[in-house]
Structure formats: C-alpha cells, structure tokens
C-alpha cells in the first residue's frame, strides 16, 4: 500500500491489515487500517505509527515522501501498540525526533518500551506545536480510548487527527468516506463506537465540545478511512450514541436455546413487541459474536435477554454477553429477561439481576417450566 495524498504537503502513511479478525476480543471481519499521517514543513511532522509488524510498510511509506531521519515531531496520541508498535523504530530512524504524548501517554508508552529513550515533550490542553506554517493544537481526550488518548489539530488545514474517535474497523483500499458511501461508513462506525467507544459517552461529549470550538473540515482517525464528505453525518451519530439515545420502538431480543422452549420463548417475546408496532431482531447467540450483538443493540430501547438454566447458571454464550454487556454499560434501555428451565429455573433471575445493574427499567421477567 502506497501513500495517499490528503492535501498538499499532508499524506497518508499508514497501513492496510486486510487480514486481523480478533481486535482485544471483537471480531473485525472487515480487518482494519492502521493511520499515520505525515506532515511536511519547515519542521516534519509524523503523526502516530502502527502496529509493529507494519512497521517496514510505515517507513517504506514515509520514505516515498521524505527521508525518516529529516522528521523533527513524533506525535504519538495515544498508548495502545496498534499506533505506537512502530515507534521504537521510528524513534532510531529519526533521530532528530522529539515524542509529543500527553502526560499518561508519555508514562504508558516509557512502560511499554523501556528501551526507548527518545526526547519527549508532554503536552496538555490547549498546548501548541508550530512546525513553520502550521500549528498544531492537542486535544486530551481521556478513556476515548485510553486515559492517555489525545487529539491533534493542525489548526491552518482544519484537519483533527482524532486517533480512536470516529474510527471504523474497514480494510478498504479507499482512504476517504466517499470512497465507501455513508451508509457503509455509519454500519462501520456504529460496529466500531459499539464495540469499543460505548462506554465513555461523557468523555465523547467533552470532545465533541472541544471539536465544536474548532473549525474543523476533515477527520482523520487512526482506523478506517478518512471523513471529508460525512464529517457531520458521523458527529451527529456520536453526539446521540453518546447520549445514550435509543429507539424505544426498536427492539432486540437475544437468546440461546439447549432444546428449543427458550429459542420459542425469544420468538413468542418478538411477535409480542412486533404486535406493539416495534422493529425486532433477533440474535442467536450460538450463531453471533458478542460484537455483533452489541452493536445491534446500539440504537435500540428495548432489549430482552433469554437463557435456558444449566447447571444452575445461565448458558455459557449468554454469560459471556452479559459480561461484555456490562462491560460496555449502555444506558437508557428498556430490559426483559426470559428463560426456561427443568427444575432449579436460575437463568432469568440471574440476567434480570445484570439488567438491573446497568440502571435498566424492566419489563416482567418470563420464566417457563419444560416447554411453552
Ligand atoms: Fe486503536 Fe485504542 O487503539
């Protein structure tokens, strides 16, 4: 993969991982990219690397463009070695660099890489980089993904380098939102804010607080392709996810079934919602992914959870997704638990209890003995 012109004098120089399907747990069957822009001026800007096995691709990359030992500005926004894997290496090619992390990034990435002893700037809030005729204005972004996740500005270009934010898991050859249409862009950005972004809605209100002060035209996250022609589309999408706004006439009813009553159970719950006037999907927990499920469960606001019993608990997939689910902690939902059962009949007491953790309001829980 070769290096894709943003503007004049800003490239891409990233990486394509066309074939990662495991991202921490969450299934990207789309693979992914690994961004890293470059900056041209009288001063040359790298801003983050890529994971390290792409590390060969990033210089070749930076090498079409300019000489690695000719850049001054390693801005690294944030920890995690899927964007600073390469940066032990990029800190030896270049060794006029300085390393721009906010403060807990300077701490994580010194931890992960004790052997790397670059010069460092820590830079804060509203700190400025002027590289000749840009600037650029980092914006701390804590837990969007990490507690050192920060955002770079180049102020003159009204380009924000988000990092994790507005991010979508894609392996596209296209480098820009256009490239793959908005519809195709909101399905990867809702699969990834699910997945990974869920969590941290006040963190992702202060940003988008921050980015609203900011002229900004163009968003260029770490993963995924490029925003130009959706920059809007895909703010207005994480102003209302991370507020938790959902659909109470959209509805999800998840199960998994040993001999079929909970699986009729899940059905008999569906038609009743369908029969209020309620959009309903269903997901099999033995045919999908946890990350799958969450993230038809983004928009919707209600959401019904089925599990036989066995052995005195829920089935294994259903615990796994009650783990992940409250991991994730959406807010604002509707719940019903349901389940069938022989004898002990734990299972629907057991997920009312993990919906009841999460602040949800509840509908009845259904429990029924043998069959239906
Ligand atoms: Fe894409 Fe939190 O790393």
């Not at 041209?40 to 590390?55: H, M, S």
């Not at 210089?59 to 000719?70: G, M």
């Not at 079934?257 to 959009?279: D, I, P, S, Y």
């Not at 719940?335 to 007491?349: H, K, N, P, T, V």
Request: aromatic share 10%; charged share 20%.
């Amino acid at each position: 993969m070769s290096t894709v012109k943003i503007k004049d004098n800003i490239y891409w120089v990233g990486a394509v991982d066309a074939g990662v399907r495991d991202f921490h747990g969450y299934l990207t069957p789309y693979g992914t990219t690994y961004n890293a822009y470059l900056i041209l001026d009288e001063k040359v800007t790298l801003i983050d690397t890529v994971r390290a096995p792409f590390t060969a691709e990033l210089l070749e990359n930076i090498r079409e463009i300019v000489d690695p030992a000719k850049i001054d500005c390693l801005v690294s926004n944030h920890v995690e070695p899927d964007h600073s894997g390469a940066l032990p290496a990029l800190v030896d090619a270049c060794p006029n660099a300085t390393v721009f992390a906010s403060p807990n990034g300077q701490k994580g990435l010194s931890a992960y890489y004790p052997g790397m002893e670059p010069r460092w700037q820590i830079v804060k809030a509203g700190d400025t980089l002027t590289t000749g005729r840009y600037t650029f204005e980092f914006l701390p972004m804590p837990m969007v993904h990490w507690p050192d996740s920060m955002t770079t500005c180049l102020r003159e270009e009204k380009i924000a380098f988000t990092n994790d934010a507005m991010g979508q898991h894609i392996a596209s050859p296209e480098r820009f939102d256009d490239g793959i249409g908005r519809e195709r862009l909101l399905e990867r950005a809702a699969n990834y804010y699910a997945n990974i972004v869920l969590p941290y809605g006040m963190q992702v209100q202060s940003l988008l607080g921050a980015l609203g002060k900011l002229p900004v035209e163009i968003v260029a996250p770490s993963h995924g392709v490029i925003l130009r022609s959706f920059v809007n589309d895909v703010t207005k999408k994480y102003d209302d996810w991370s507020q938790n706004k959902t659909d109470r006439l959209k509805a999800v009813v998840v199960y998994d079934t040993m001999w079929g009553a909970t699986r009729a159970m899940a059905e008999a719950v569906g038609a009743e919602f369908a029969a209020r006037g309620m959009a309903v999907e269903y997901s099999d927990l033995k045919e999908d992914h946890v990350s799958v499920t969450i993230t038809k469960l983004l928009e919707a606001g209600t959401v019904a959870v089925g599990s036989p019993t066995l052995n005195r608990q829920v089935m294994p997939t259903v615990g796994a997704f009650l783990c992940y689910l409250k991991g994730l902690a959406p807010k604002n939902r509707t719940g019903l638990a349901f389940g069938a059962y022989g004898w002990s009949g734990e299972s629907a007491g057991l997920i009312e209890e993990a919906l009841v953790s999460l602040k949800w309001e509840m509908l009845p829980t259904r429990k029924i003995r043998w069959r239906l």
